[in-house]
């Protein structure tokens, strides 16, 4: 079965096949490719989305249907709240270009399209499959849908987030204003996440360290504090409940924090690096130092091996590498 497309006209011209999305009695963009391909899908989503604007009507059995009843489901809403906050966010901008369309119909190679629209910023597109790739899973057994489009569409390289390089904390933390850097810290020092470290409050210091409860996992976490959070906490002004405030002691809001943040990041010259990143510097420094995974584990708060096996693996190629060098520098000494 073929999703049904609306307004695309075909033509012939010496022999060649041309399409056209036309509309309103008009053509409004040539739709290159082969039906299917994924750059004339691309180019039909683009211009679609376009003419559809807000007005994207939840027509029974449609993407923009499941989407509203998954929106609704207590798999949704048994999320964190920050969760919710992205798959509400990407499955709202992923049903502007494919809410019409018969949920059933759609295929990894139209996923792949409306993938690759993204490719400007390849952290959106990865996180834009995987969203999409939950919602199919929930609607195979809530709609007894049976296939899956976005499983094993791969995400775009760079969509994963990089760990922060010790040169681009420096610059970092030479801009950024106080209360951004005593976030910016507390994250490096603790391996927590945004939300984690924003919501912390004064009566999270127990023993030396902080006692976290992670809003993603609902995993309580005590992590000691290193000497230099320790100095930080102990001089941060006590304006509330809540340990990490703005310059005016309000609390943060995810919102403003993210502004903020931005504009320090922008200053420094580290566009291509985000917040959650230093999750991953804390865990590789941890790992350098010879930690263990279950160390690590105990740090971070992840939940499976996998993650923390891949920054034990790298730190261990790192050491195996310089003790080669070394070996190497030493042969020749003695040549």
């Avoid at 984690?196 to 004064?202: F, G, K, N, Q, Y």
């Avoid at 096996?309 to 003695?334: F, P, V």
Wanted: proline share 3%; aromatic share 8%.
């Amino acid at each position: 079965m073929r999703v049904q497309m609306p307004y695309v006209e075909t033509t012939k011209a010496k022999g060649k096949v041309y399409r056209y999305y036309r509309r309103d009695g008009r053509r409004h963009g040539r739709l290159k490719g082969d039906p299917g391909s994924t750059q004339f899908l691309a180019d039909y989503y683009r211009i679609h989305a376009g003419f559809e604007g807000d007005d994207n009507t939840a027509i029974p059995g449609s993407f923009h249907d499941a989407v509203t009843q998954y929106l609704q489901s207590p798999e949704y809403l048994g999320l964190a709240e920050s969760s919710r906050a992205i798959y509400r966010r990407y499955l709202d901008e992923a049903r502007e270009v494919l809410g019409k369309f018969d949920i059933e119909q759609i295929k990894k190679t139209h996923v792949r399209a409306y993938r690759d629209t993204l490719q400007a910023t390849p952290g959106r597109a990865t996180i834009t499959v995987k969203v999409i790739s939950a919602l199919y899973d929930w609607a195979g057994e809530a709609l007894d849908i049976e296939n899956n489009p976005a499983k094993g569409v791969k995400g775009l390289k760079g969509g994963e987030h990089q760990a922060w390089p010790e040169a681009a904390i420096d610059r970092f933390l030479n801009v950024a204003p106080a209360d951004i850097a005593a976030v910016f810290l507390m994250a490096l020092y603790t391996g927590q996440r945004r939300g984690d470290v924003l919501s912390l409050r004064w009566d999270a210091l127990e023993g030396g360290g902080l006692n976290f409860r992670q809003q993603k996992t609902g995993a309580a976490v005590w992590v000691p504090m290193h000497p230099e959070l320790a100095a930080l906490v102990s001089n941060l002004p006590k304006r509330g409940t809540v340990m990490l405030t703005t310059e005016t002691g309000r609390a943060w809001s995810v919102h403003n924090f993210r502004a903020a943040f931005n504009r320090a990041r922008k200053e420094a010259g580290c566009d291509d690096l985000v917040f959650h990143g230093l999750r991953k510097t804390a865990a590789s420094r941890l790992a350098e130092c010879g930690c263990s995974t279950e160390e690590i584990k105990a740090i971070t708060g992840h939940a499976s091996d996998q993650m923390a096996a891949y920054y034990a693996r790298s730190a261990d190629q790192k050491r195996k590498a310089r003790n080669a060098i070394a070996k190497l520098e030493k042969g020749t000494k003695q040549q």
